[in-house]
């Protein structure tokens, strides 16, 4: 090689990386803010979790608007803020599984304490004596939580039956004196993943939300599905028999899509009905002998603050079912103490195959764009401005709706 061109070799380098176009930094987070936003009992302060850069953020509240006044870092991808008094904040840490206790009367603030919690903490609330204790929603799978003693809540992620929501409870005056804290008690909740927290105006009740709760539908897979010997009859196979069981028939209608091409065998969702305790298909037949479990639907959870250690209130009588399929946020009335809960709920155990001109479109009822009420009687739901995710048989294909957000109320404490 020429000496002249192996001169040039690190000019030529250094001309590349000074002409290299610049990138902007990328920041990316994945935690759901929860209740991102609170304010000082007083109002003179906005708290703020900056997700990404795992911070709590500080501001001013005036007549001119908000003035940035600090920020201290707290644990990874906070979610949620709760102000117990005017000088001391707690911050969620979604990632970190701990709770940042943040001194804001100081300049500049600092974290005074962590706790540690169970899997992926997502809401926290104030309630019970003095609005003393705080009540934390994470998720059972063996993360900070003691496996011995009268707090002893063991993974068990094997064993049927078990609870999978944790609200972990902590007297706000008495933290204790181990490094990641002492519990006042540790609420065991028969969901999974609970993320909203609301409080009654009293301050004695604490409801639950479990976050993706279901809707009570599971799928029977396509070996189980009876054969359809022929598609030519527009008439859902009958009853046979699969490896020894009677199972109640075939997929429903239609058996051809619009250009005339056999559909192929598939599996197919049911739905539970509780009142015949049985799941069935939107033909309503029983397919029990294709799926051999129960599956609760419960969705909001009252829990006593006043009591000593808090419970949760009952177990059958009072927590609420059928709320909603993925369940967000959650608020009570200060005046009336009624419970909103907003959510999606899902109809998926509905088929969405439909006949059009030159086209297969959807022809389904997908879910609800609406706001439910539920009165304390347990009366029917019933719609306000009611907006459904339903398709038309035109010959052009169309797009269905999303799931559609709701929110239903559930009975005052």
């Known amino acids: 090689m020429p000496s002249s061109f192996r001169r040039s070799l690190p000019l030529a380098a250094a001309l590349a990386l000074s002409t290299a176009p610049a990138f902007a930094s990328y920041v990316l987070f994945e935690s759901g803010q929860v209740r991102p936003l609170a304010m000082s009992p007083d109002g003179t302060k906005l708290f703020a979790a900056n997700s990404p850069d795992n911070r709590l953020e500080v501001f001013s509240v005036s007549a001119g608007g908000l003035t940035k006044t600090g920020s201290v870092e707290v644990g990874m991808e906070p979610v949620a803020v709760a102000a117990r008094t005017d000088s001391e904040v707690w911050v969620v840490n979604h990632l970190s599984d701990s709770i940042s206790i943040v001194d804001v009367s100081v300049s500049p603030p600092r974290v005074t304490r962590t706790l540690l919690v169970g899997d992926e903490p997502r809401d926290i609330v104030f309630a019970g004596p003095g609005g003393n204790r705080a009540f934390i929603t994470t998720a059972r799978r063996g993360q900070n939580v003691p496996v011995s003693g009268p707090l002893a809540r063991p993974p068990l992620l094997t064993t049927e039956g078990t609870p999978r929501a944790l609200v972990f409870v902590f007297d706000a005056t008495n933290l204790g004196n181990t490094l990641e804290g002492t519990p006042l008690t540790i609420i065991e909740l028969f969901g999974d993943t609970p993320r909203a927290l609301a409080v009654s105006p009293d301050g004695g009740t604490v409801y639950a939300a479990i976050f993706q709760s279901g809707n009570q539908t599971m799928t029977v897979s396509e070996g189980a599905v009876c054969n359809d010997t022929n598609l030519n009859n527009n008439t859902p196979q009958g009853p046979c028999t699969v490896s020894g069981v009677a199972m109640p028939g075939g997929l429903p209608n239609p058996e051809k899509s619009n250009d005339n091409v056999n559909r192929p065998e598939t599996g197919l969702i049911v739905k539970f009905n509780s009142g015949a305790n049985q799941w069935r298909d939107q033909l309503n037949r029983n397919w029990n002998n294709a799926v051999r479990f129960d599956l609760p639907d419960f969705d909001v959870f009252k829990i006593n603050a006043n009591a000593n250690p808090p419970v949760q209130l009952g177990i059958d009588d009072v927590q609420y ?93």
């Open 321 to 413: 079912a059928h709320v909603g399929t993925v369940l967000f946020d959650m608020i009570a009335n200060p005046i009336s103490g009624k419970v909103y809960v907003s959510n999606t709920d899902a109809r998926n155990e509905v088929r969405f195959e439909g006949l059009g001109v030159r086209h297969r479109n959807e022809r389904g009822h997908d879910g609800h764009r609406r706001r439910t009420r539920r009165s304390t009687r347990s009366r029917p739901s019933s719609d306000v401005a009611p907006r459904s995710g339903r398709t038309s048989g035109t010959d052009r294909p169309r797009t269905a709706r999303p799931r559609h957000r709701r929110c239903r109320r559930a009975p005052r404490a």
